[in-house]
């Protein structure tokens, strides 16, 4: 029987969370965050729930500590709150997992089977850790508060933006606090499947249906429960856009060669550059497939109306790289806030890097490093 950490101070919120575990785990009550790290070590957990306590200054720093400590094992958080603010902050301090509180049993325990799983133990993760999307200014605000009203719907959404703005990070946001985050994310760029192989690449095969046809799932199949994504939808052929528009009406796709139906079960969510309302009154993008894709539109805002996230993407982006070794100076910050960015948060990141390249050997990025 797996044993279960849970660090919870509020004694009706661990009572709660030790009965809803007492059946098929073992749960190991820590009521003292303090002690949380011993904890870990006493009980060698399988997972570990820490409940967060609301404007604690630390409660970050308690999922980190517990982190180093289990060595590598899951970490669901869970708080009354709920902010995608706060749920990035979590899978950055360590948590593999956040839940509302007061979370129903079965969600819990979904949660923790998810933990549990083969695919997680082999090195599978939750969070999208390696891209940031939110802000403090005014327009990130506003995309924050709308990702978060999107994602608990199972409507299609089109995300639009500049080149670099960070469309598939949002798609795995939405992903990540929907009903269907522990199903699979699936991405597929339009632009770069050949167009040859679309029908295999996002229906699948099956075997004979051409020379050295095997079985296979495509795209449509993998995503299965979970969410499909694609990006550069703009660039999707005619022959695309039309097997594209029957699937989202149909609910239903036949794989290459197959000689029954499969049901389509994703959400789906793409992404273009374009427009694709003067494309659709062009005659380069089906309308009827827009009014398909567009029920929910994320607007993604490009960099250069975000300038007050600017230092703290940049700086994000060296402690990733770093481990916290390398800061920006004041000098630094000063030329990367004054500059447009035409290639976004995209370009932020690489042009940081490029930095860090330069001033090796050095505790800190001065202007001198910063290269456009």
């Known amino acids: 029987m797996e044993t279960i950490l849970v660090v919870e101070d509020d004694p009706a ?19 003292e965050p303090r002690g949380a790290p011993a904890a870990a070590r006493r009980c060698s957990p399988s997972a570990v729930l820490i409940g ?21 094992v899951p970490i669901i958080a869970l708080s009354f709150q709920a902010e995608p603010s706060e749920i990035v902050l979590a899978m950055r301090a360590g948590a593999w997992d956040y839940l509302r509180k007061p979370s129903p049993p079965e969600e819990l325990r979904r949660a923790i089977s998810g933990a549990l799983s083969p695919g997680r133990r082999q090195g ?41 703005t960070g469309k598939e990070i949002a798609a795995r946001a939405l992903h990540e606090l929907s009903q269907r985050r522990y199903g699979p994310f699936v991405a597929r760029n339009c632009a770069a499947i050949p167009e040859l192989l679309v029908e295999s690449e996002l229906f699948g095969t099956e075997r004979g249906a051409f ?4 079985t296979r ?23 695309l856009q039309a097997k594209l528009l029957r699937v989202l009406e149909t609910g239903e796709f036949w794989r290459l060669g197959g000689r029954t139906s499969v049901a389509a079960d994703f959400r789906f969510v793409s992404a273009t550059g374009r427009n694709l ?21 994320l607007e993604m805002p490009p960099l250069r109306d975000r300038r007050e996230d600017i230092p703290d993407l940049a700086s994000h982006f060296a402690l990733l790289a770093t481990r916290g070794r390398v800061c920006l100076s ?10 447009d960015w035409p290639g976004n948060v995209r370009e932020l990141r690489n042009v940081v890097h490029r930095a860090l390249v330069l001033a090796t050997g050095r505790d800190e990025i001065g202007p001198e490093h910063i290269e456009f």
Do not use: W
């Open 13 to 31: 919120e661990a009572r709660t969370l030790v009965s809803h575990l007492a059946e098929g785990y073992r749960p190991f009550l820590c009521p």
């Open 217 to 239: 799932p495509g795209a449509f199949e993998l995503a299965r429960e979970g969410l499909l994504f694609l990006d550069e939808i703009g660039d999707a052929t005619p022959q």
């Open 211 to 214: 020379t050295d046809a095997v």
């Open 124 to 164: 599978g993760t939750r969070s999208s850790r390696g891209g940031h999307l939110l802000g403090r200014c005014a327009a990130s605000r506003a995309t924050e508060d709308r990702l978060r009203l999107y994602a608990d719907s199972n409507f299609p959404v089109l995300i639009v933006g500049e080149s670099g």
């Open 277 to 297: 309302k003067r494309a659709a009154e062009e005659g380069r993008f089906r309308p009827d497939l827009l009014y398909r894709i567009d029920t929910l539109v």
């Open 330 to 339: 004041p000098g630094a910050m000063d030329k990367i806030s004054g500059y």
């Open 52 to 72: 967060l306590r609301p404007g604690s200054s630390d409660r970050y720093d308690l999922i980190r500590r517990v982190a180093a400590e289990s060595g590598g």
